[in-house]
Nanobody, 124 residues
């Protein structure tokens, strides 16, 4: 098993930045990729970004390209989500997930282990 744990959420004003971290523990040598999703109140969980664990490509939802950047530190088994120019509509619980196999990157069902989430609130 893999246990992802998110941190770094909080309250920020519109236009500000936050960096989320996700530390993975357990069978980290088996991780194929890591992803970030978010879920706003009353909405479905949606894909934000993902990264191949071995240094391959990154994946983003089109609407967030240019504002959000995913990166990883394999030594620390940590994945980051840098979020810039935040907007009130970015308010959500942000979840980190580990992907152990498979070709898909954009669906919740493509991931096998999930963290508990970290709240991001952007005030106007």
């Amino acid at each position: 098993q893999v246990q992802p744990v998110e941190s770094g959420g909080g309250l920020v004003q519109a236009g500000g930045s936050l960096r989320l971290s996700c530390a993975a523990s357990g069978r980290t040598f088996s991780i194929y990729g890591m992803g970030w999703f978010r879920q706003a109140p009353g909405k479905e969980r949606e894909f934000v970004a993902a990264i191949n664990w071995s240094g391959g490509p990154t994946y983003y939802t089109d609407s967030l390209k240019g504002r959000f950047t995913i990166s990883r530190d394999n030594v620390e088994n940590t994945v980051y989500l840098q979020m810039n120019n935040l907007k009130p509509e970015d308010t959500a619980v942000y979840y980190c997930a580990a992907k152990m196999r498979g070709s898909g990157w954009y669906k919740t069902t493509d991931y096998h282990y999930w963290g508990r989430g970290t709240q991001v609130t952007v005030s106007s």
